[in-house]
């Protein structure tokens, strides 16, 4: 045998062990109709359970991954610093504050645009509709951005006129980061709101109007009584949101020296000596916050739905505004302006502009920040490619394992799949630069996993990727399972398929588009992903929000302006083809398959 023949005799036994160990794992749980998926289980609990349990476990054992002296003695020295440190004092006192009053304040305006979007006859009804997918669509950190182009004394509303120097620096405090928080983050809000009032129907509005009751007294003794569990939920949600937020704690809020947790969490592991143990307790602290609203909100009943005597809901029929309709145009075109015109502006005119300080004279227009993204010998270019790259990667291997994953947690028990449901919603409560943190002392501290040689390359970067979006895969994926019903499967059994028969000729072709949505969901929310990129930062280079980020802070706010107009007009671009595939033909197409 020659030397290339015995190559490919070793490549193709390589490949037959890769291709054995693959399905062994896939195929967990032998070939009987049950849920039993150990290898699944242990891969979901080393990529998500494992790093967040070292987050707990370094938080009682604060010297256990001290760089100089480790030691396995617990003490509560690292949690008693949270109250003796003035700085991390403060840092959780302003999450706090900042968290109750940004969750009653987006609270406010997402249910006053859910009122005012479904209860009325306002025009221009697909624009308002649209505005909170186009906030909630644009990451945080690229908002906080924004607001400083716009807002600092150099910025785009002192060079016009519209404010002082003096007017523009008052900005930068609390008041305003709380603005920008509720202009932020009212989408989600206006989700729990609007599916509240689509589950109301029109039963009780009409007894309401029958009794010549008048809007406003009708909005006030029936609607909003009705709708005080979903602002309820839509509060302690968006206190979580508020509090997990890394974007704006990162650049506005950091900006403005208004100490977070979450920039705090980063600052302790990103200084010199690391501090692993404040980083420990602050990560606690904020796990501990975040699951105390969550499961507030699901203990107290606020998702609860509406049951009326018919059995089926009637169409709400909208409220005619009348005169009072140019004064609802005028205010909402307010918050479209404020929440999504003037930061995607600001975004896109400095991507075009040389200098901040020479404002929008037509000398200062140029294109060389855009042609520096797409030099692939710049290195803004290769975090361009490389961030597509990575979300289709991190995309195709986390839809890849859940999707066997949840179909065999959906053939387990009701107690087995609770239990798995539970885990993924805590999962994707737990603000992702909790699971960012446990990434580095698992790859950089434990024995074993140190041995990998995995800290520090685009592979742990594209592990982190596909942990913090395996939960949400999972969400679709049940979702999808749960409409089959399992008459589907018994069918299968009877006729002597195996699971994964049944998997991959049955159940995969009927859940084709909850694939295709958790795959996009994936791709787009990895390529602006910003705590994994920032602490599991390659020594390749930065992935693109963690160089967005950073060329901003070192006054390269022209390229990174740049980078993220080039990266939201491709998702644009990609998500517009495929809901017009999906709108010409693709589902039909599915459905006769």
């Known amino acids: ?261 979450t920039y705090n969490i980063y600052a302790a592991t990103s200084s010199f000596p690391v501090d692993f143990a404040a980083a420990g307790a602050q990560a606690l602290l904020l796990a501990v916050l975040v699951s105390g609203s969550v499961s507030a909100a699901a203990m107290s009943g606020t998702q609860g739905e509406a049951r009326f005597l018919s059995g089926r809901n009637r169409q709400l029929r909208p409220y005619m505004l009348g005169a009072w309709q140019p004064l609802v145009i005028a205010v909402l075109m307010l918050v479209a302006i404020l929440s999504a015109v003037m930061p995607l502006l600001a975004v896109t005119l400095r991507a075009l502009t040389t200098s901040l300080g020479d404002g929008l004279a037509w000398t200062n227009f140029s294109l060389s920040a855009i042609r520096a993204v797409f030099d692939m010998s710049n290195v803004a270019g290769q975090a361009l490619v490389s961030s597509f790259f990575y979300g289709f990667a991190a995309a195709l291997i986390t839809v890849a394992f859940a999707v066997p994953f949840a179909f065999r947690v959906s053939l387990a028990s009701r107690r087995v799949r609770m239990i798995a449901v539970g885990l993924a919603m805590v999962t994707v409560a737990v603000p992702g630069i909790i699971l960012a943190f446990g990434y580095i002392l698992l790859y950089d501290r434990v024995p074993g996993f140190i041995d990998l040689g995995l800290y520090g390359t685009r592979t742990l970067l594209v592990l982190g990727y596909c942990a913090a979006a395996l939960p949400y895969c999972l969400i679709f994926m049940w979702s999808a399972l749960d409409r089959l019903g399992p008459s589907i499967g018994e069918a299968s059994r009877l006729a002597g398929a195996s699971p994964v028969q049944h998997l991959r000729r049955i159940v995969a072709p009927l859940i084709g588009r909850a694939i295709a949505a958790a795959f996009g969901v994936t791709m787009v929310r990895t390529v602006f992903e910003l705590p994994m990129s920032q602490f599991l930062m390659p020594q390749a280079g930065p992935a693109l929000p963690a160089l967005i980020v950073d060329d901003f802070t070192q006054d390269r706010d022209a390229v990174a302006c740049a980078m993220a107009l080039v990266a939201l007009l491709a998702v644009a671009i990609v998500w517009g083809l495929v809901f017009a595939f999906s709108r010409s033909g693709g589902g039909r197409k599915e459905i006769g398959s």
């Open 1 to 261: 045998m020659t030397g290339s023949e015995a190559r490919v005799a070793r490549a193709s036994v390589d490949f037959k062990l890769i291709r054995n160990f693959a399905l062994r794992i896939f195929t967990s749980g032998g070939r009987g109709w049950r849920g039993n998926a150990p290898l699944l289980w242990l891969a979901a609990f080393v990529l998500v359970g494992l790093p967040m349990l070292l987050v707990l476990v370094q938080a009682v054992f604060p010297k256990l991954f001290d760089p100089t002296s480790p030691n396995f003695a617990p003490s509560p020295d690292a949690l008693l610093r949270l109250v003796t440190s003035p700085r991390l004092l403060r840092g959780i006192l302003n999450t706090i504050t900042l968290g109750a009053v940004g969750a009653v304040a987006s609270t406010l305006v997402g249910a006053a645009l859910a009122l005012v979007v479904h209860l009325s006859d306002v025009r221009l009804r697909k624009i308002w509709t649209a505005l909170p997918w186009v906030v909630f669509a644009t990451p945080s950190y690229l908002k906080g951005l924004a607001w400083v182009l716009l807002m600092s004394q150099g910025g785009y509303l002192v060079y016009l006129g519209v404010l002082s120097p003096a007017q523009a620096s008052a900005f930068f405090g609390p008041p305003g980061l709380l603005l920008v928080m509720a202009l932020s983050l009212f989408p989600v809000p206006y989700f729990i709101v609007r599916a509240r009032l689509e589950g109301i129907g029109g039963e009780y509005i009409d007894a309401a109007r029958m009794a010549s009751a008048g809007p406003m007294r009708t909005i006030a003794k029936i609607i909003v009584p009705m709708l005080l569990p979903a602002i309820g939920l839509s509060m302690l949600t968006t206190f979580a949101e508020v509090i997990g937020d890394f974007g704006l704690a990162n650049t506005i809020a950091r900006s403005m020296n208004f100490g977070l947790l």
